[in-house]
């Protein structure tokens, strides 16, 4: 049976960085596109990032039975849905996955596919530096969206509670002060099966 590693973390503490370098380093790790109603981003594909959707296109996937789990976050530009739905996409018989999300994400997906086969990977950094790394990530955008910034870090510090990682059974972190050393821990322990 295959595993779901699933990344986590508080924006900026280098989900999307790590991530890609994972998947160059262990090519047979398959992804999972989840659906989001936020509009897309300049960069951004249709079915890269995310499935961009309406919400019309995410209640027809409720009414099917289809939404593993759903968030809706009260942004400043309004509220936008992020979900994980049921559409063939995961056959664990076959193969592994690396997947990035959030605790309540993490929460939804072991209800469906069983704790036994999920890998959380925490990554960590410390709040100065996540929140400097925000920044310097934000001031290189044509048009920064610096309050959006602030609230996703204001929102975190919440989401990502102690509290809310001992309740989802977060134990392992990954301190990814240095990229290099942290690569090494994460791809060297799913190499090892070391769960
Ligand atoms: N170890 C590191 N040292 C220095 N900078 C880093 C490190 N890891 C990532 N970064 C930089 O920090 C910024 C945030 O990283 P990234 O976008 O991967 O975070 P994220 O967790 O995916 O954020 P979000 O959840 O907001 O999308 C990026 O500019 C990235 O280049
Ligand atoms: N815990 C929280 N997670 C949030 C919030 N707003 C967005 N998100 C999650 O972040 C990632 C990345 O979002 P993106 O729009 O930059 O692609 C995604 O998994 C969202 O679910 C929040 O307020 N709290």
Known sequence: MGK???????????KDTLYKEVLKALPKLKTLVLYTT???????QEGIEYHFVTDEELERFEKAGKIIEER??????????YATIEDGQINLAAYDYLVIGTLESYAGMKK??????????????EDGER???????????????????????LADQKDFSEENLEEAGIVRRYYNDDKVQCLEKIIGEIQNGKF
Not at 131 to 150: F, I, T, W
């Open 131 to 153: 929140l400097s790394r925000a920044l310097s990530r934000e001031r290189q955008q044509e048009q920064p969206k610096y309050e959006e910034m602030c609230r996703r870090f």
């Open 38 to 44: 936020r509009p897309i981003r300049e960069g951004e």
């Open 4 to 14: 779901i590693y699933y990344m986590m973390g508080k924006s900026s503490s280098g």
């Open 72 to 81: 809706t976050y009260d942004t400043v530009y309004g509220a936008w849905k």
């Open 112 to 125: 469906c596919y069983g704790a036994e086969n999920l890998v959380p990977i925490y990554i960590e950094v």
